[in-house]
Structure formats: structure tokens, C-alpha cells
């Protein structure tokens, strides 16, 4: 069941009103972040405890939900608290108002954002969601769709410090036409993790998922506290970087090919003049050799007035 579904799932036949009906139709897609907790360590105050941590990251209250208004924020979560003791599941045919009550925030100027509960009883975690505009997140950059690198960034902090919470089983993230999050054991067996365009992994679940995965390379990897991994995804930026700094590399290494001397001896930031053996000669063979060996052509006017390899970069297209 996608994002989108479970933002109105549970409204069955009953307390379906004009107004609920035009606000479902006006809603955008939407980005997910998706807190994974386990059911096992569920304690008195932990919805509360949940609720903070938002607030304590910056989101700011707005208002309960679908006929929740006038509901304050420990009002919601003493009735979500209840909800979870009880293991409920909302079925199909019963009012939307028996069942966990969703909260509006306001957050990093986004034009919405929301949080709801979702819980299966025969699932031994439940998972609180927050939902943002699809179309806040993204960023065009020439021609192509790339995620806004500073939302991501204050999203991704938040995350991180709730993450220290004990509770929190997983961390995952998806847009709502992504194919379903997947469970634990699949991921252990390799599969994809919901990182749209980031996931935190427990250190052992990590563990097994590089070892079946093969999509291993799609992500940067990193280490958290609580022996956590937050796995990015490699946007559109991340890929440029990596070719640019592939050739970078290529590069320095074939003028030391050619200078003969010690890998090493060139960087990104020497000046022609500090190499004793970069003389006039070795200039115009490193030139023809860069064209012949790498397809980087540099016009022989700009060639000419190169004097460091930030310079010589920069025309090779690296920087």
C-alpha cells in the first residue's frame, strides 16, 4: 500500500463529508519520511516522546487533523497512545474518526506538512509517517529532476537525532508512486531500501544488505551513532562530482606518467613552475598526450597561458 493510500485509507463508509472528499481530491503527491518502531518497546509517553522530537527539531504544531482541529498536541498523542496499547487497525468500514488522529506542522516553509500512525496487527512494529510536497523537494537542474540538497540536509539531520531514539527500528524514505517500502527480511536479502533519497539502517541490517545487495554502488554509506547507517542516494550532482573526480585523476596521473616522476609529486593544487621536470617540452607533450589518451582538448591559446593545474583542470572541464 502506497503513501498515498494510507493518507486516506480507513475512511470507509462512514463520516465521509464534502469537505474531506475535496480536500482528498486537492492533495498533491507527496515525499515520506517513514519511522519504522518496534511494537515490543512500546512504553507509556512513547508517542509523546515521538512528538517532541519533531518539536525539538523544529517543527512547530499547527493543528490536529480531519475533524482534530481543537485537538492539542498531547491530546493527539495520548489518543494515538491508546490506539497502540490497544494494537488497533483501522478496517474498511469504519469512520476515519475511530482511528489514529493526524496532526498538521509547520516546518522549513513547506506549504504542508503531515504525520499519521499506521499499525497492522500482525506486524511486530507500527510506523509513524511524515509527509511533505513531492514537488517542495525537487530542484531542476539543466533539464533534469534532482532532489533540493538543503531540504534533504535539515531532513536528513532530524532524522539522525531521532534515529538515537531506541525505538526506532529503521528509518526509510520514498515518493508515493515508489514501489512499497520493504520489510526487514527483504532487505537482509538484498533488496532496495526506501532511500528517496535517504535510509538509516541498524548496523547489522546494513551488514547483511551490502552482502546480498547489487545496489550497493547507487549509495554513499555512513556511520551513526546508536550503530546506525544512513545511506544516501547518488543524485544527479553526486554523479557529476564522481566523473569529474575520475578524470581529475586520470589526469594527474598521466602527467606523472609522462614527468616521470613519483605518484603523488602532482595534486590538484601545483603550480607548473614548482615541477623542475614540467619544462616547455614536456608542456606541449603532456597537452598532446592529455587529447590523445583521455579526449581532453585544450585549444592551444589557452594551452599556452596555463601556469597551475587548477588552471589546467578547469580546462579539462574537472572543476
Not at 522530537?53 to 493543528?63: H, I, N, P, R
Not at 491508546?82 to 469504519?94: H, P, R, Y
Not at 493526524?102 to 500512525?117: A, H, K, L
Not at 532487505?187 to 531500501?193: L, Q, V
Request: glycine residues 6%.
Amino acid at each position: 500500500m502506497k503513501t498515498g493510500e494510507l493518507c486516506y485509507s480507513g475512511l470507509g463508509v462512514l463520516g465521509r463529508t464534502d469537505r474531506i472528499k475535496e480536500r482528498i481530491k486537492e492533495m498533491p503527491a507527496y515525499f515520506s519520511m517513514v519511522f519504522t518502531c518496534k511494537k515490543d518497546m512500546l512504553f507509556e509517553g512513547l508517542v509523546q516522546d515521538f512528538y517532541d522530537s519533531l518539536t525539538d527539531a523544529g517543527f512547530v504544531f499547527q493543528s490536529g487533523y480531519w475533524g482534530y482541529e481543537e485537538d492539542s498536541l498531547s491530546e493527539i498523542a495520548a489518543w494515538n497512545q491508546q490506539k497502540l496499547k490497544a494494537d488497533f487497525e483501522i478496517e474498511v468500514k469504519s469512520s476515519y474518526l475511530t482511528g489514529y488522529k493526524q496532526i498538521m506542522f509547520t516546518y522549513g516553509g513547506f506549504s504542508e506538512v503531515r504525520m499519521f500512525v499506521q499499525n497492522y496487527k500482525e506486524d511486530d512494529t507500527f510506523s509513524f509517517h511524515v509527509v511533505l510536497p513531492e514537488d517542495e523537494m525537487i530542484l531542476w537542474m539543466k533539464g533534469k529532476p534532482d532532489y533540493d540538497r538543503k531540504k534533504v540536509k535539515g531532513l536528513l539531520e532530524i532524522c539522525e537525532r531521532i534515529w538515537q531514539r531506541p525505538y526506532v527500528e529503521r528509518i526509510q524514505t520514498e515518493l508515493e508512486l515508489s514501489d512499497p517500502l520493504p520489510e526487514e527480511e527483504e532487505i537482509r536479502k538484498g533488496a532496495e531500501p526506501g532511500a528517496e533519497p535517504f535510509a538509516i539502517l541498524a548496523g547489522e541490517l546494513w551488514e547483511m544488505w551490502k552482502e546480498n545487495s547489487l545496489y550497493v554502488e547507487k549509495y554513499v554509506c555512513r556511520r551513526i551513532q546508536r550503530d546506525g547507517v544512513i545511506i544516501s542516494r547518488r543524485g544527479a550532482q553526486d554523479k557529476e562530482l564522481a566523473m569529474n573526480q575520475e578524470l581529475q585523476d586520470k589526469i594527474i596521473a598521466l602527467i606523472e606518467e609522462i614527468l616521470m616522476v613519483p605518484s603523488g609529486t602532482i595534486t590538484a593544487d601545483t603550480r607548473i613552475e614548482e615541477v623542475e621536470e614540467w619544462d616547455s617540452l614536456m608542456h606541449v607533450t603532456i597537452i598532446g598526450e592529455l587529447e590523445e589518451q583521455l579526449g581532453v582538448k585544450i585549444p592551444l591559446e589557452d594551452a599556452i597561458e596555463l601556469k597551475s593545474m587548477p588552471e589546467l583542470l578547469e580546462k579539462a572541464g574537472c572543476l
